[in-house]
């Protein structure tokens, strides 16, 4: 079975530019969720979405970052414009919202290095 | 913020030997999830353990609750060297909602040595 899917694995880019970070998750999963990871300070999570509705973005740093959900099977987390400090892995992650037990399922991440 | 504190921060061991992994955190839960993390990927849930349990198993997996104490400890048992790894702990509080919003914990760093 194929997992959450993120695009680019890696990620270069000079500060001010457009950085867009893809997610595909694991269909059927009705809850998408996007974490930032940094040695200082360790997995945040920026956004989350169930049933594609954006339902808590009170972890997107600032209004540089963006998210969207147009389908159940695919997400962007858009950085506009991009700095240095915006360097980290950037991970997504999917899972059933019914319940109390469901396990998130992360993609890979994409590294981001800002310069 | 964090709600989870993994205790130690790393921990070396010879392969073979048992590894105890420990995790505070401040608030109610729901349930508790620990999670591996393999270098340069992204986290695998390992176990999930929920408040009206004190303690459960997977494999070579034993994961313990007390919610009094508001800690939980990991331990993996004839450690491998694959075994190396970040592991966290999740916290599921009662306000999280219906999308099952975790909070995680700092992670410790397990390094099994051959």
């Known amino acids: 079975d194929a997992g959450v899917i993120q695009s680019p694995r890696h990620e270069v880019t000079e500060m001010g530019q457009e950085v867009t970070l893809r997610c595909k998750p694991i269909s059927g999963h009705n809850s998408l969720f996007w974490y930032r990871q940094t040695m200082m300070r360790g997995l945040e999570l920026l956004i989350y979405?169930?049933?594609?509705?954006?339902?808590?973005d009170s972890g997107m740093p600032e209004d540089r970052f963006s998210a969207k959900m147009p389908n159940a099977s695919f997400s962007t987390l858009k950085i506009q414009p991009s700095e240095p400090r915006d360097s980290a892995v950037y991970f997504c992650?999917?899972?059933?919202?019914?319940?109390?037990?469901?396990?998130?399922?992360f993609g890979d991440g994409t590294r981001l290095s800002i310069l | 913020s964090q709600q989870g504190e993994e205790d130690p921060q790393a921990l070396s061991i010879q392969e073979g030997e048992n590894a105890t992994m420990n995790c505070s955190y401040k608030t109610s839960i729901n349930n508790l999830q620990w999670y591996r993390q393999n270098s340069g990927r992204g986290l695998v849930h390992l176990i999930l353990i929920r408040s009206n349990e004190r303690e459960k198993h997977s494999g070579r997996l034993r994961v313990t609750l007390d919610t009094s104490k508001k800690s939980s400890s990991l331990l993996i048992t004839a450690s491998r060297a694959a075994d190396t790894a970040s592991y966290f702990c999740a916290t599921d509080p009662p306000s999280s909602g219906s999308a099952r919003q975790l909070t995680f914990g700092s992670g410790t760093q397990l390094t099994v040595l051959p």
């Open positions: 979405f169930n049933n594609n509705v954006p339902i808590d």
């Open positions: 992650a999917s899972s059933l919202a019914q319940g109390w037990e469901q396990p998130q399922h």
